[in-house]
């Protein structure tokens, strides 16, 4: 079983995730928390042999992204994880993308669910997956609960 490290994800921005206003994209920042949940499945286990061998992996059920600062072109990448709360087939992961001096960049709130690919339902996580889920949920349980975490979207009156 692989253990979870923070950053979770290293990478830099690419000159094709610049957009007209010279910085990240908002769709490079939504890629790039992508890839990280990608990262979170193989070092819990759920790489690619396990996906075929057990038609098991974890879908995105819902996402809430805030941008915090601009990310600019060749700008390294840093994206820790925070697990908030787990249940046997649900992750509520939180994620924030860093860069090189430690600025947070932008957040990712979001809801992870186990599927059976072979019936595409909901299921319980496999028992060493789940054991890694609890490993990185006890690690992180006197954590603060970031400031982003559970926004709504709204206009203040």
């Known amino acids: 079983m692989s ?19 010279g910085h990240m994209t908002d769709h490079a920042y939504a890629l790039v928390f992508s890839l990280a949940v990608d990262k979170l499945m193989v070092d819990l286990g759920i790489d690619e042999a396990f996906r075929e061998e057990h038609q098991y992996s974890i879908y995105t059920l819902e996402t809430h992204l805030c941008y915090l600062q601009e990310a600019h072109k060749d700008e ?24 090189a001096d430690g600025a947070p960049l932008a957040t990712s709130e979001q809801m992870l669910m186990g599927m059976d690919m072979k019936e595409g339902r909901p299921s319980p996580f496999p028992s060493s997956i789940q054991a890694a889920i609890e490993n ?11 400031k982003q975490a559970g926004r709504v979207i709204g206009i203040r009156k």
């Open 3 to 21: 253990s979870i490290q923070n950053p979770l994800l290293q990478d830099y921005v690419r000159h094709d995730w610049i957009d007209y206003n």
């Open 76 to 99: 390294e990448l840093h994206v820790d994880i925070q697990l908030l709360d787990y249940d046997s087939k649900r992750m509520h992961a939180f994620f924030t993308m860093f860069n």
């Open 136 to 146: 990185l949920g006890n690690s992180q349980q006197d954590l603060p609960k970031p």
